[in-house]
């Protein structure tokens, strides 16, 4: 559902997006939904998944092991 949304901007910068908005055949609607939506995308990637981000931290006051230290780990777990 489209709405309307009024924003406040520095005149100099209304003279460009008007400018810019014949340049480039787009609306300065249109314009700013699409840095809008990027923002959003951006957002998005920098998410991590949550198992991951519980991961944070975990070798915070110790070395990180090396592959064969972490394998010794895993399989003295049972995790195999």
Known sequence: MQKKLTLSI??????????????T???????????????????????????IENLYGIFEDQPIPDKKELR????EKGNH
């Open 25 to 51: 055949n787009q609306s300065i609607s249109k314009m700013v939904e699409e840095y809008f939506l990027q923002l959003k995308k951006q957002e998005n990637k920098n998410k991590v998944h949550p198992r």
């Open 72 to 75: 010794k780990m895993f399989y």
């Open 10 to 23: 520095d005149e100099d910068l209304i003279k460009f997006a008007h400018h810019f908005s014949k340049e």
